[in-house]
């Protein structure tokens, strides 16, 4: 199950990447993406459980990193 949010969170954050690409422009790196992803299943986050502070935590840094891309919650 953990793989499988893992890889969930990997997507979304791949996803999240997109609109930053251009013909321009890159996409983000494997680097990029693989730091992201252990920032988002660090033992401090501790599984992320739904009402939890460490599900907190894990929203609040996608959040920075979309609103980074200028992306805005809907």
Do not use: F, K, Y
């Not at 730091?35 to 609040?60: K, N, V």
């Amino acid at each position: 199950m953990r793989a499988g949010r893992t890889a969930a969170l990997a997507l979304l954050v791949w996803a999240a990447s997109l609109p930053q690409a251009s013909a321009d422009e890159p996409a983000p790196s494997q680097d990029i993406l693989r730091e992201r992803t252990i920032a988002l299943t660090a033992p401090e986050l501790a599984g992320r459980s739904s009402g939890t502070p460490e599900a907190d935590a894990a929203a609040e840094t996608l959040a920075a990193w979309m609103g980074r891309l200028g992306l805005e919650p809907a």
